[in-house]
């Protein structure tokens, strides 16, 4: 276990804290964790003073960012969330740059597929502790028409699974994709919704309905409010409609857990 894990597994558990409690990250804390990881390369393993070094690592994050920005524009990660990823790079960095591009393969996957798990854990927990505020929702969303077709199908195939058992697999995960499809809708419309004054607005906070304040009117977007539009916001009194997101700090955290461990887990998986 190394000082770089050691640093960015500190470095985590304050984004964790920021996005649980604000449902943010601060740039202050991805620009030091990304500028305190290369002085660490640069001491640790001379990378300041080797022209190809150099070149390699520039080249490497150069794609770390693209990535960063397809994920951000894919709709995949929040700002907070793309900056994170980013000021993480420098240990996912190794001098070989085959290595470091079979490190950010590996983050990735890790960070994606302990991401879902992390979202569906925390979608139901959330699903459970506001069921009596979203049960009206929840089954106007499963009386839906698509719903009830696609609740069909799976029923269908549930008799037929009796006579072929592998069918069973495929009506399970139909029956599955209409509960979290609902389900995701039911929390968006309800526990991930709330009223806030314009004093109060931040930038990134996600308009839920488009709102027409003063002169202006202000859509609701993925890029969420810009500075300018917050200042604008604050002149008034008002209450509007912002969303919160799923805190996803925490993927980044098991990402980087698993990434540390890696050789153990797989020794464990395969033993």
């Not at 793309?82 to 420098?90: M, Q, Y």
């Not at 077709?149 to 599955?176: D, N, Q, R, Y």
Request: net charge positive; hydrophobic share 55%.
């Amino acid at each position: 276990m190394n000082f770089l894990f050691i640093f960015y597994f500190i470095g985590l558990v304050f984004a964790v804290y920021q996005d649980f409690t604000r449902r943010e990250i601060d740039d202050w804390l991805n620009l030091f964790l990304f500028f305190s990881g290369v002085l660490f390369l640069g001491i640790s393993s001379n990378l300041f003073i080797d022209g190809s070094r150099i070149v390699g690592f520039g080249f490497f994050i150069f794609v770390v960012s693209l990535l960063s920005f397809s994920f951000y524009y894919g709709r995949f990660f929040s700002g907070g969330d793309s900056k994170l990823f980013f000021a993480l790079s420098p240990i996912l960095y190794n001098i070989y740059l085959v290595v470091s591009f079979y490190n950010l393969f590996l983050f990735v996957i890790f960070l994606l597929v302990g991401g879902s798990v992390y979202s569906l854990i925390y979608s139901f927990i959330l699903f459970v502790k506001d069921f009596k505020k979203i049960k009206g929702v929840f089954i106007k969303e499963i009386s839906k028409k698509h719903s009830l077709i696609l609740f069909c199908l799976g029923l269908f195939l549930f008799i037929i699974g009796f006579f072929e058992k592998v069918i069973f697999l495929f009506s399970a995960l139909i029956f599955l994709f209409v509960f979290l499809i609902c389900m995701a809708k039911s929390l968006e419309e309800v526990s991930m919704k709330r009223s806030a004054n314009t004093k109060k607005l931040r930038e990134g906070d996600w308009l839920f309905f488009d709102v027409k304040i003063g002169k202006k009117t202000f859509r609701k977007s993925w890029e969420g409010l810009s500075f300018s539009e917050v200042n604008y916001l604050k002149k008034f009194n008002k209450k509007v409609f912002i969303k919160d997101g799923i805190p996803y700090a925490p993927s980044f955290f098991i990402a980087l857990i698993l990434f540390a461990f890696c050789d153990y887990f797989l020794g464990i998986i395969f033993s």
